[in-house]
């Protein structure tokens, strides 16, 4: 029996996230409904600025769960055409595109505007959710042996490969990853993964031994210009995870010339960043900037986690029930994890 209510973690600000009750959502024709399993907090919902804007929001969008109903009428397919059916276990992207835009049409997914415009609903850390028509097409049957908490790290992990294809990786780079979150020690393992050198610089101990255990070689951010001169003095692609100025310089001063940047998360919407046009200019180096991740890249994930490349186990995620997520939520704002994912 499904229920009339649910409860929800809604975010009224960055220290304010409470359990509250609403409806659960009814259907139309082509929807789902779907039992969140699992979802975990994205470190970019704990970037005041960000999240602010969206406030009040029913926190998260990174759900994997059970299909519990199809709405009325014809039951929706997936690409094979086979019907969805309540007891199929999904990923679903809180974005889907509408394929047929010159944005889709370039695989530029993100900037389409049926993909800014979907989300799931209310959101992914609610005991149930709604799968809008547009999002079923990015929704993908879990195989059996991937549980749902593994199957939440999805859409995080579709960001890592979309910003190293993004990033052209090749196996014979040599890659910085600066800041070793979840986010960094995901594209250590994708970049180790494709046989890359993988060197990473976080000030938290527990973060670089982590990115050891992934195949990086890891140091303290004081130790950084010592461990790249073994490289000649920079990176061919550097991954700058922190979404500030300074960490952006520091990215550009360790770009071997012929280099990559990545900026992988946003600066606050007017922030500065200075850098030195002539060194940019005549070291031929190239900054690219990545943002969320398309339906392509998530199927690619799901390969990735299918094949155990990556897992919750692996990242050093903590895994907690649902009714913690604020403290959940506080422990990864105060960099006490990195990882919450909540259980249902
Ligand atoms: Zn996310
Ligand atoms: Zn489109």
Redesign the pocket.
């Known amino acids: 029996m499904i229920p009339t209510e649910m409860q929800v973690a809604m975010l009224r600000s960055v220290d304010d996230i409470a359990i509250e009750r609403v409806a659960v959502p009814r259907l139309a024709e082509g929807e789902l409904l779907v039992r969140t399993g699992a979802a975990g907090i994205c470190t970019g919902d704990i970037m005041a600025w960000y999240v602010q804007r969206k406030a009040p929001l029913v926190l998260g969008h990174e759900p994997a769960g059970e299909i519990v109903a199809v709405g009325p009428g014809d039951a929706p397919r997936d690409e094979s055409g086979r019907s969805f059916v309540p007891g199929d276990r999904v990923f679903v992207h809180h974005h889907a ?8 049409a370039r695989g530029d ?1 993100v900037q ?4 800014r415009a979907t989300r799931i609903d209310p959101g992914a850390i609610a005991e149930y959710f709604r799968v809008p028509r547009e999002n079923v097409r990015d929704t993908l049957c879990l195989p059996e042996h991937l549980s749902y908490v593994d199957g939440s790290l999805v859409e995080p992990l579709a960001c890592v490969v979309k910003s190293l294809r993004r990033a052209e990786l090749v196996a014979s780079d040599r890659v910085l990853c600066i800041g070793l979150g979840v986010m960094g020690l995901m594209h250590v393992a994708l970049a180790r993964n494709a046989d890359a050198a993988v060197l990473g610089s976080d000030p938290i101990a527990s973060r670089r031994e982590r990115a050891q255990s992934l195949g990086a070689r890891a140091v303290a951010p004081e130790e950084l210009h010592d461990a790249l001169a073994a490289w000649g003095g920079g990176a061919d692609l550097v991954i700058c995870g922190p979404g500030s100025s300074a960490a952006l310089r520091a990215a550009f001063e360790a770009c071997a010339p012929g280099g990559r940047v990545m900026m992988f998360t946003p600066l606050e919407p007017g922030a500065q960043f200075d850098l030195d046009p002539a060194s940019f200019y005549f070291g031929d180096r190239r900054m690219i900037a990545s943002y969320s991740c398309g339906p392509d890249d998530t199927r690619a994930a799901l390969a990735l986690l299918a094949a155990g490349v990556v897992s919750a186990e692996r990242l050093g995620a903590t895994i907690r029930p649902f009714a913690e997520v604020a403290a959940a939520y506080a422990d990864l704002r105060a960099a006490r994890c990195i990882k919450p994912i909540l259980t249902f």
Not at 97 to 104: E, L, N, Q
Request: hydrophobic fraction near 30%; charged fraction near 0%; glycine fraction near 8%.
């Open positions: 595109p509408c394929f047929s835009c010159g944005f889709c997914y389409c505007a049926t993909w």
